[in-house]
């Protein structure tokens, strides 16, 4: 292990792996449900200590605690000397907009860590700079404005239109009213996002067609794993995964949109499919892992989002990728920490 990082135990042949997480807290905005959500964190921890165990890997979790003081936590991490952390916090003290803040105390600790860097996870939190960033480089995104308040709308987009906050993660704030037809609707769901997120409405024209899942693994030569997609069985549009179909297992939604993997898809499509997510995915310099999504339509892939460090328990979209593959939670994690390990070896990682 280099001397790049003054926290690092004795010995690297077998590493020790700090897991920093945000533990599951009341978020400052929102609704009473979206704790769902929250709470899934545990189940990406358990699984990753579960591969850390098998794997042989000394390891400790690191979370971070509502009521807990920071200076606490950078004492926790350096009492344990880790070698590598992996990062699965998607934020701080209930706070999803601070995801990009917490791999800054890595950083500045010079502590290699999964996954990518704040740049990126504070760029694509923001759905708007994403799509700004994909229109310029010529990816297809939907047409899109971004109100703060309904008094800014132009008018340039077609109807129906597509509704939800612009720095959320996991389908918060995002239902079947999402979907809207008319200015009126358009008004009241732009209030409801301005209101209840404290947040800026990005408007999207909505994109009636087939909805992917790419999830892609590496750095240089990244791979692309077989590609996931969502079987809807609604009668009628809005065709979406809101956030009772992707959160609440007893919900009408929940049984209605059903995942399938790997996606039937003709091969030249499945080709344009591959290359956009990878265009997407280096053009926003996502590192290790992330999650693309698409819909496909008259061929077309619209990249809708993309989500760097995505969720990673054993029954999200980006696990059931990687089964299709053939690749193993524990090999999944193992490549995860020899990425970072490499990283900090070449000293290459960047610094933001």
């Known amino acids: 292990m280099p001397n790049g990082n003054p926290y690092h135990s004795s010995s690297s042949a077998n590493p020790r792996v700090g897991i920093l997480f945000n533990a599951p807290s009341k978020a400052p905005r929102g609704e009473d449900i979206d704790f769902v959500a929250e709470a899934e964190v545990e189940e990406q921890v358990g699984a990753v200590e579960n591969a850390l165990a098998r794997l042989g890997y000394m390891h400790r979790r690191l979370p971070i605690e509502e009521g807990k003081d920071l200076l606490d936590l950078i004492r926790e991490i350096k009492a344990f000397k880790p070698d590598v952390v992996v990062n699965l916090s998607e934020g701080a003290f209930g706070d999803s907009h601070m995801a990009m803040n917490v791999p800054s105390i890595l950083e500045l600790m010079r502590i290699p860590y999964t996954g990518s860097t704040p740049l990126t996870l504070g760029i694509t939190q923001d759905k708007g700079l994403t799509k700004d960033i994909l229109k310029a480089r010529g990816i297809p995104t939907p047409r899109y404005e971004i ?35 008319s200015e009126e609707e358009l008004r009241s769901r732009v209030a409801y996002v301005n209101e209840t997120y404290g947040q800026p409405a990005i408007v999207e024209e909505y994109i009636a067609g087939r909805e992917l899942n790419i999830a892609i693994l590496g750095n240089e030569e990244p791979m692309v794993l077989p590609i996931s997609e969502i079987l809807f069985s609604f009668s009628e549009e809005p065709m979406i995964v809101d956030y009772a179909a992707k959160w609440l297992k007893d919900s009408e939604a929940y049984r209605k949109t059903v995942p399938v993997c790997p996606a039937r898809l003709e091969e030249p499509v499945k080709k344009r499919v591959e290359e956009v997510a990878l265009e997407a995915y280096k053009s926003l310099y996502c590192r290790d892992y992330a999650r693309v999504d698409i819909r496909l339509k008259d061929g077309i892939p619209y990249v809708l989002e993309v989500n760097a460090n995505p969720d990673i328990a054993p029954d999200a979209g980006y696990a059931r990728s990687l089964k299709a593959a053939g690749i193993t939670f524990e090999e999944f994690v193992e490549r995860l920490i020899a990425f970072a390990l490499e990283r900090d070896r070449k000293r290459g990682f960047p610094r933001v």
């Open 147 to 181: 109100l703060r308040n309904f008094s800014e709308w132009r008018g340039s987009l077609e109807y129906p239109l597509f509704v939800k906050p612009l720095m959320e993660d996991a389908s918060l704030g995002i239902s079947r009213k999402s979907y809207v037809r």
